[in-house]
């Protein structure tokens, strides 16, 4: 069974340009979540979507990111200008709940953003 | 949200038992608590679950008083490959808005 995947793995851009990262959660998996980690920070949740809907992106930082989540699926994450400040590793997790309603999220190998 | 507060780091060595203990204060009546690993370069793997009491899997236990207010994971018989960043994170099931210390950098030596 496939896992989550990020795309891309790495990616350079410069200030002021806009940049799309895209998860593959696992499939039939209903919540899918975005966490970041800056540069020398601790990881930090950005938003979780229940299938296509948001359920909480209290998260994010400020109106440069935009989540979408097209029918459930995957999940992209634009930002849009991106700023120095945005460079990071970003993660992606899924997760289905399990029957005892513990759960276990599932994380992608991340996508490293550096804004030059 | 609960936070934790683990150690920022722990030596061993192979073939040894590894305790990594963490507070959790505040945690809620709904709180899990949950363990993950994370190498360099890779994102956060899922270790063990727990609520109460003790769990095991064929990775580790997790130990959890009566009080909950902390919990312990044990790695029996680390090896090298077990050198990673280990974090404990305490939540609700269904809100992942989980709160990511600076984990535990757990180094294991030959």
């Known amino acids: 069974e496939a896992g989550v995947t990020q795309f891309p793995s790495h990616s350079v851009i410069e200030k002021g340009q806009t940049v799309t990262l895209r998860c593959d959660p696992i499939?039939?998996?209903?919540?899918l979540y975005w966490y970041r980690r800056v540069m020398g920070k601790e990881i930090k949740f950005l938003l979780h979507f229940v299938k296509e809907s948001k359920q909480d992106e209290s998260g994010m930082p400020n109106n440069r990111f935009l989540a979408e989540r097209t029918g459930g699926t995957y999940s992209t994450l634009k930002v849009q200008p991106a700023e120095l400040e945005d460079s990071g590793v970003y993660f992606c997790?899924?997760?289905?709940?399990?029957?005892?309603?513990?759960?276990?999220?599932?994380f992608g190998q991340g996508t490293r953003l550096t804004v030059v | 949200l609960a936070k934790t507060t683990q150690p920022i780091s722990m030596d061993s060595y192979e073939g040894q038992e590894v305790n990594i203990t963490c507070s959790h204060n505040n945690i809620a009546t709904n709180d899990y608590i949950t363990w993950y690993q994370q190498f360099p370069s890779q994102g956060p793997r899922f270790i063990i679950q727990g609520y109460k009491t003790k769990v095991t899997n064929e990775v580790a236990s997790l130990f959890i008083p009566a009080d909950r207010k902390s919990s312990t994971l044990s790695l029996p018989r680390v090896s090298l490959s077990d050198t990673a960043v280990y974090y404990c994170?305490?939540?609700?099931?269904?809100?992942?808005?989980?709160?990511w210390g600076a984990g535990t950098k757990l180094i294991i030596k030959p």
């Open positions: 994170l305490v939540g609700d099931h269904s809100n992942y808005q989980l709160i």
């Open positions: 997790a899924s997760s289905q709940v399990g029957e005892d309603r513990s759960t276990e999220a599932f």
């Open positions: 499939s039939g998996h209903d919540n």
